[in-house]
């Protein structure tokens, strides 16, 4: 256990060794696997980009029936194995981030609310790897928040409604509808706002994953959205969304 490193990075990094090392028939440490994975599992940050091998397997033991029956080749496990990792190192490292990322993560664990802030991570990362899901990811995101807000504002909603109608309830909650203003400039903004909620719903019916199995059309072709949208998704459902707990922090529990 001495030898397991400081940085959380340098700790995935040497699980997803040790993975490989059993996964070709080397002698491989088990209780530093166990050790790890209990680390990562308590982290929300991590527990969200593990693969879902690391998370079901608890021993190495457990996870070697798995890896034998899915892939047969020494070279086909490794290749696996590093594909799976490589979401979450690339979070760790900070790739595919925008400016804007670390305030949003900031705000929305600040909620204190269960699994909004692995929402926004799984977000982040499934930008480039995952266009379509991260687009999905990101109208969860919006929903989640707007659910608390509701039911810390003791504000009734239907288990159907959709976005457009959970923000609209939360924006008269919370003093955010644009008639709700009379200065022309936050009227507008407050607007805004609003239309870019509506804006992400209809990206995701357009793109996302929620209508991958709707065969395509003539009229209706399917698109492939490409990691630019994606962006643009999560970027903008994670600046509503902070906007949203902010004020929902700063007006809604006075």
Not at 131 to 157: F, N, Q, W
Request: hydrophobic content about 40%; aromatic content about 6%.
């Amino acid at each position: 256990m001495d030898d397991i490193p400081k940085t959380r990075l340098e700790q995935v990094a040497m699980m997803e060794g040790i993975l490989i090392e059993h996964a070709t028939g080397r002698s491989s440490d088990g209780h530093v696997y166990e050790h790890l994975r209990r680390e990562f599992i308590a982290d929300a940050e991590v527990r969200v980009l593990l693969p879902d091998y690391v998370r079901t397997c608890r021993t190495l033991d457990a996870f070697w029936p798995f890896i034998k029956d899915k892939l047969g080749r020494y070279q086909e496990r490794r290749a696996f194995i590093r594909e799976s990792f490589t979401p979450l190192i690339d979070h760790l490292e900070g790739r595919n981030r925008a400016p804007g990322d670390a305030v949003v993560g900031d705000a929305l664990a600040s909620f204190d609310v269960d699994g909004v802030h692995a929402v926004w991570t799984k977000a982040l990362a499934r930008r480039t790897s995952d266009p379509e899901g991260a687009i999905t990811v990101a109208r969860t995101l919006l929903e989640a928040v707007c659910k608390h807000i509701l039911d810390g504002l003791h504000i009734d909603y239907a288990p159907k409604d959709d976005l457009p109608k959970l923000y609209g309830l939360v924006a008269a909650g919370l003093r955010l509808a644009p008639d709700q203003h009379r200065d022309v400039p936050i009227k507008a903004i407050l607007g805004g706002a609003m239309n870019l909620v509506n804006g992400l719903g209809t990206l995701r019916n357009r793109f996302s994953d929620a209508h991958a199995d709707d065969p395509p059309t003539d009229e209706r072709p399917r698109v492939r959205p490409s990691p630019r949208h994606a962006s643009l998704a999560v970027n903008a459902a994670g600046a509503v969304a902070t906007f949203l707990v902010e004020t929902y922090q700063e007006r809604g529990k006075g």
